[in-house]
């Protein structure tokens, strides 16, 4: 299985704050990766696929980057909504991986 | 807009089988190019990619549930459906059914909260 390492683990932040997110995979992935955003009690939301392609609908405040191993995900101008779960996730092999997630709240 | 719907028993007895399926709208089910999932999450934890399936019928399971696990699919009635077999209190989690393209899980249902217990 390729293992996914998020860093930091919990992450704490102000409004307006510009934050980055690592992900790490065991093995090059070649960009297949994607970032989900998960608030409680709702299911993820899909923010960003093949490293940089921002989804449909999500703000452009959000962006992604990274290639081979190593990905960010970077959330410029932060605002209330974005207090939430993030997790990063492998399109590459099978069994698809999620990175244990990074827990982002206010300061 | 594609919607997906998962239902079944919020309730499973130890060594039985959890049984859930999952229904589909706002699309075409038999188009190519999209696999439906199944993902869980435990209590307060991450996200496990149980398995997928293919309008064709065709699947992939994770291993680590592989010798457990029914994934099939209904095109007629558009809905997916999983068994996983024998289960144990390690299985209590909430359970999501999900499309993907090649990229992402695109679209996701609300999720059903199982507890495996006597």
């Known amino acids: 299985d390729i293992q996914m390492t998020q860093s930091p683990s919990s992450l704490s932040a102000s409004i307006g704050d510009r934050v980055t997110i690592a992900c790490r995979a065991s093995?090059?992935?070649?960009?297949?990766l994607a970032w989900y955003q998960q608030k409680p009690g709702q299911a993820p939301k899909l923010l960003i696929y093949?490293?940089?392609r921002l989804e449909s609908g999500v703000p452009s405040r959000f962006s992604g980057s990274g290639s081979g191993t190593d990905y960010t995900l970077t959330i410029s101008g932060l605002q209330p909504e974005d207090f939430a779960t993030y997790y990063c996730?492998?399109?590459?092999?099978?069994?698809?991986?999620f990175g244990q997630g990074t827990n982002l709240d206010i300061k | 807009q594609v919607q997906l719907q998962e239902s079944g028993p919020g309730l499973v007895k130890p060594s039985q089988t959890l049984s859930l399926s999952c229904s589909v709208s706002?699309?075409?089910?038999?188009?190519?190019?999209?696999?439906w999932n199944w993902i869980r999450q435990h209590p307060g934890k991450g996200l496990e990619w149980i398995g997928n399936?293919?309008?064709?019928?065709?699947?992939h399971y994770n291993p680590s549930l592989q010798s457990r696990l029914t994934i099939s699919i209904d095109t007629s009635k558009n809905h997916l459906s999983l068994m996983l077999t024998s289960v144990t209190a390690a299985d209590t989690a909430v359970y999501y059914c999900?499309?993907?393209?090649?990229?992402?899980?695109?679209?996701w249902g609300q999720g059903i909260l199982v507890t495996v217990s006597s």
């Open positions: 996730q492998q399109f590459y092999g099978i069994p698809r991986t």
């Open positions: 706002g699309g075409s089910f038999t188009r190519g190019g999209y696999h």
């Open positions: 999900a499309r993907s393209e090649w990229y992402g899980f695109d679209h």
């Open positions: 093949a490293a940089s």
């Open positions: 399936t293919y309008y064709s019928g065709s699947t």
């Open positions: 093995q090059d992935i070649s960009g297949s």
